[in-house]
Structure formats: structure tokens, C-alpha cells
């Protein structure tokens, strides 16, 4: 039965860097939203929303890069489509990487509940 579930796990293993930044995506903009609609932020004193948004998004783009270290650590396979799949996964988790990181930008460039 094991075998059964290692093509899932393969398909978790390449999709994995773009879970984390859509997790990333929906923490950002779902913190930011809710605390600029409910009042918990003011544009007149931005810092502390900011900071938990700078501190949601180092945490996030850490953990992408720890992922895309583990896949680039990854078992081996001698087999063809095994080597394709696990150079295929690097390349997307280190998309996912690159695109969390770039996702922070507009925390540094825009103001906060403007």
C-alpha cells in the first residue's frame, strides 16, 4: 500500500513552495485587511502593524527557503523520471521562494491603511 501514496506525496512534494506562499499571501493581506477595517492600526501610528507584518513575512520567506533547501537535499533516484521530478521540484520551490520574498515589497514601499 505504500507504494500507493508515494505519487501523492511526490505531487505535495512539487506543489509545497506555492502552499507556503499562498499561505504567506492570505496572512499578509488577511492581518493587513482585518487590522486597517477594524481600527486596530492608524495611519498616524503605523509601526506596530507594520512590524507584525514584516515579522509574518520574514517567517514566511525563512520557511520557504528551509523548503527549498530539504528538496535540494532530497533523496536521489537513478531513474529518469525520478531525477526530472525531484530537478522540477527545486525549480518550483525556489520559484515559490523567490515570489513569497517579492511578496513583502510593498510593506517596506507603500504606507499602511492609507
Known amino acids: 500500500m505504500k507504494s500507493l501514496f508515494r505519487p501523492f506525496g511526490e505531487l505535495l512534494a512539487l506543489v509545497g ?13 488577511g492581518v493587513h485587511g482585518t487590522a486597517c477595517a477594524s481600527g486596530w492600526a492608524s495611519p498616524a501610528d503605523p509601526w506596530p502593524l507594520r512590524m507584525v507584518l514584516i515579522f ?4 514566511m520567506s525563512v520557511l ?5 533547501l530539504a528538496m535540494w537535499r532530497r533523496g536521489r533516484s537513478d531513474t529518469e523520471p525520478g531525477h526530472f ?6 525549480a518550483v520551490a525556489a520559484v515559490g521562494a523567490v515570489a513569497t520574498a517579492w511578496l513583502g515589497a ?5 504606507r499602511v491603511c492609507a
Open 17 to 29: 513552495a506555492l502552499v507556503i506562499w499562498s499561505f504567506a499571501f492570505v496572512g499578509l493581506y
Open 56 to 59: 509574518l513575512w520574514l517567517g
Open 64 to 68: 520557504s527557503g528551509l523548503y527549498v
Open 85 to 90: 521530478l525531484r530537478y522540477a521540484t527545486v
Open 106 to 110: 510593498p510593506l517596506f514601499l507603500v
